[in-house]
């Protein structure tokens, strides 16, 4: 995929140390790309820093020298290596100090809690350049700073804090700074065959996918996503999202938001199931993690509801009120790394077994298991 | 965290333009941050790459240019955009050629599944200075390339093949190409206490650990955990734990690997009961998920044993066969972003209710929520 270099251009930094030694995994860059990406300010790239001051400045002043808009998140907190806010101070050659009205406000906060530790004055501290982000959900606010032509916004580290604030307080105003033309997309989603197989059905629908429009192939748990985008009319996407689905036939699931965990639930429902329940082998428990995660359904979609799992992994146990219950065994892998997976549905409505295999390792292996057993009651209630 | 500059260094190339706009979530970073951080490895930085050769080849060359071990994750597939091999080679002046010896083995692999994807040639491509590493899980071998004083290494980016690889093929010639000293870790974990009312608690034990010891705090989901660690004898971190433990009391749940869901089901065991069950409301079935990918029990350590999970958000079901129901609802967030949790276990072995509060929102709210309970119960049964 090319990057479109019209309009502006982001980048991304995360900083905290703990994600350099693992101890935390940055879905802040996700949330924040797939936010920017739609808003139609394409990331140029995303780095992971360390809680070192001079690191920080440096990384500051290169991305504030080639990028529009930099976003950082984390290294906002109290603690002696929460050093964002004086690394871009460094950054931009000015003086933090304490900020009386942001004291209050922190202030007022921990009186519901009892008294403020002396450690949270850091986060009370600004610069000139800087206006602060309220973070209704925390104790760091954000900054926004407009300098020099380019904008730089410090967001918390914390995942529920940062999206809070930048839906709430950051978002609202770039498409005042930025001229934006956001990004349309579609998605075709497929379960069943390979990225390889599929690349070779739709080469040229990758290759050139039309005039303004971008396509990708993705990998996923749940299955392999064609993602057709464009920042024109979004009625472009309708031939290339079709030629798809010419060319890939049944082994698509669904496109956009579509989901499987909604459509096997959808097609029990339409077979006349109301309370759907799972009982796994295997899979520690992954299915029910993935149905009990979805969307709660709405009574008049027709669509049956899941309303709990057992594990039999210490032998047979009451399965549950329900009359449909998908039954879902994974099995020790092969010399290949697959591993064969066996599924059925038993109760009211029932659907014989048959089974499939799954590649893969670890958490995926156990996603990918449960997925393939959505897939297989959806095919076969299709 | 300060990071030691002795002994060698490394940096992390995420690449793929779906890390970009959001579609993957990089948890590959996590894991080889983890790895190379227990190798005495540090990672001075992760940056996340667009699907662009010249931007690849920049990076390569920039990042060998400083530290002695470049890893590259993802852009090793069969697809037009899978580009890293090109990258490197450009940033080496080197030429891709088919390999015949690669080129049979992936042929070996496809004849399993059919006829091999002409685009799965691509993968067969090797440069003059790079040795293969086998890839058991997937058709995309990784490379070792060992040129000018600075290695690199390619691993795919599909988490469970990048795993298997890094394990078998990469990480075991680390030790004979660097002189490493690996670094020894211990974690104190807290529950219902804030990142800043730690520090201020422990403060002397964040800034002045010990001679050869660094601290780092960290607030996740299931509590603020301090971490220790030393590249040194690792019995200079029995003071600092010892000290924490002493400082912190009986917000401490555990240490190392201790985890609140193995620690609940320890004390329902060793109050009497045998099967545990939960009833959710509110949580999407958080609660069950948790317990279920707990790690399986061993029948002879005297812990309960979960056996499954029901939603209540319907109505009433039956609840399975069980001694121990753990019932957790979670309410409506108040105006501070706090939402009431109430948390009691019905059955031969029963518990009163009791109230707490978690902050926060989304999938973190809910996470929260279930530690919380489970946190409730362990404390309740101590």
């Known amino acids: 995929m090319n990057t479109p270099t019209d309009g502006p251009i982001a980048e991304l930094l995360s900083i905290g140390s703990e994600l350099l030694v693992g ?159 956001p990004v349309h997309t579609r998605t075709v989603k497929t379960f069943g065959i390979g990225e390889s197989a599929i690349s070779d059905l739709v080469d040229d629908l990758l290759t050139a996918p039309g005039e303004g429009v971008e396509a990708g192939i993705y990998a996923r748990d749940d299955g392999v996503h064609l993602r057709f985008s464009t920042r024109g009319d979004p009625a472009v996407l309708d031939a290339p999202v079709a030629r798809a689905l010419a060319l890939l036939g049944d082994h698509v699931y669904g496109t956009d938001d579509d989901d499987l965990a909604s459509l096997a639930l959808a097609a029990l429902g339409r077979a006349g199931a109301t309370a759907v329940a799972t009982l796994e082998s295997g899979t520690q428990g992954m299915l029910m993690a993935i149905l009990s995660a979805s969307q709660p359904v709405q009574p008049e979609s027709g669509a049956a509801r899941f309303v709990g799992g057992m594990l039999d992994a210490g032998g047979p146990v009451a399965t549950p009120v329900a009359d449909a219950v998908i039954q879902l065994s994974l099995h020790s892998p092969d010399a290949h790394g697959r591993s064969r997976v066996r599924v059925s549905v038993a109760g009211a409505i029932s659907l014989p077994m048959v089974e499939v295999r799954v590649h893969g390792s670890g958490q995926q292996r156990l996603r990918r298991t449960a997925f393939a057993a959505l897939d297989q009651v959806r095919r076969a209630l299709f």
Chains 1, 2 share one sequence.
């Open 23 to 181: 101890e935390t995994v940055d879905t802040n860059a996700a949330y924040l790309g797939a936010a920017l990406s739609r808003l139609g300010i394409p990331l140029r790239g995303t780095r992971h820093l360390p809680d070192d001051t001079g690191v920080i400045a440096a990384a500051f002043v290169e991305a504030r020298g080639r990028s529009d808009l930099v976003v950082a998140t984390g290294g906002l907190g109290p603690t002696h290596d929460d050093v964002t806010r004086d690394g871009l101070a460094a950054a931009l050659g000015e003086e933090l100090r304490p900020d009386a009205a942001l004291e209050a406000q922190l202030r007022s906060r921990f009186a519901a809690y009892g008294k403020m530790p002396t450690s949270n004055l850091r986060q009370a501290m600004l610069i000139p350049s800087a206006e602060p982000l309220p973070n209704p959900l925390g104790s760091a606010p954000g900054w926004w700073v407009d300098r020099d032509g380019s904008v730089t916004v410090l967001l918390p580290g914390v995942p529920s804090e940062m999206r809070a604030m930048w839906t709430d307080a950051a978002a609202p105003r770039l498409p005042a700074r930025f001229a934006l033309r």
